[in-house]
């Protein structure tokens, strides 16, 4: 990973320019990084800061031989894979809320974004875009996002080197895509379980068909989460917003 990188000082997201480059024949592996991003953005259609020169803002194009339905699992090994680097960086562990929060202190420090391409039931290309607050003062988040963000420069009290971050993002992906082909999702699925703030916690889960109140029992082998609600019946929550109690 990272062998072809393809950098920009300004431009609408490297999602998008990932995706252009996937639909063109990049190879796996492909890197998009960018100083600043126009256009950023996060799951579910939200737009995403991504204020000039103060994060990491990149995206890779992975091409494993799967099924479509695999693809939620490359949110959690990627989740696993910025703790990690994150933990290098600043010695702080943060804490990943299900399915692509990472957070410290409860503020949100990065987010990850899997999109797909795939042609019958394949997966032709995976998206993967991470964005990192890295040396973010307060004032450099806008409201509201201000009250609900954080950056390892805030937490961590010193400026955090971007590409070392890139690096070790990349180094940590690697390895647990590769444990993750060789051996499956099991060991990555105790890692990612390992930084996770929301099980065993009392859950409100926000989807397009309404709302359950209820307690988070885990992840499938397929990285869904498995909620209890408050009747006792179990759910498994594919695409959700999740705040806790
Ligand atoms: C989320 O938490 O909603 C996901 C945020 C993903 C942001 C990254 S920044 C790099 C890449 N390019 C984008 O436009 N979005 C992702």
Redesign the pocket.
Known sequence: FGRSIHSFETID????EAHRLAYNGAVEGTLVIAEE?T??????D?E?H?ASGK?V???MIVRPDLPPQKAPQFTLITAVAVAMAIEDATGITPEIKWP??LLIKGK?VS???TELQAEADKISSLII???MNANHEPDDFPDPVRQLATSLYIEKGEEVSRALLVQTVLKYFEKYYSIYISEGFDPIRMLWESFAVSIGKRIKATMITGEIYGKAAGITSEGVLILKDDQGKTHHIYSADIEHF
């Open positions: 997201s490297t999602q998008k991003q256009e950023g953005k996060g799951r579910l939200r995403w991504s994060g803002w990149m995206s692509n929060d949100k987010g990850i974004l875009g991470i964005g």
